[in-house]
């Protein structure tokens, strides 16, 4: 998983870590839970969504996952635009 494309938003984000160490260890419904917490505490984690989205693929969750990493997508692109 990859835990620097925004790195301010991880820092003080413990369900982001949570999700990072869960999904390390491949327990991917629990990564799953704590992603979602992540997203409901920092809504605009870029990371975060294409983190979700790694964990749904490994679940099998496709629609999900491609939800994930357009959202992820979109995040990125309004960022880049300033």
């Given at each position: 998983?990859?835990?620097?494309?925004?790195?301010?938003?991880?820092?003080?984000?413990?369900?982001?870590?949570?999700?990072?160490?869960l999904?390390?260890?491949?327990?991917?419904?629990?990564?799953?839970?704590?992603?979602?917490?992540?997203?409901?505490?920092?809504?605009?984690?870029?990371?975060?969504?294409?983190?979700?989205?790694?964990?749904?693929?490994?679940?099998?969750y496709?629609?999900?996952?491609?939800?994930?990493?357009?959202?992820?997508?979109?995040?990125?692109?309004?960022?880049?635009?300033r």
């Amino acid at each position: 998983m990859a835990s620097d494309l925004d790195p301010q938003f991880q820092e003080g984000d413990e369900f982001f870590q949570q999700g990072l160490a869960l999904s390390k260890q491949g327990r991917w419904k629990e990564a799953l839970n704590a992603y979602k917490e992540s997203l409901r505490v920092n809504p605009g984690n870029i990371q975060t969504y294409f983190n979700l989205g790694l964990v749904y693929y490994e679940l099998g969750y496709d629609r999900e996952a491609q939800e994930a990493f357009g959202t992820a997508s979109r995040l990125q692109d309004r960022s880049c635009v300033r």
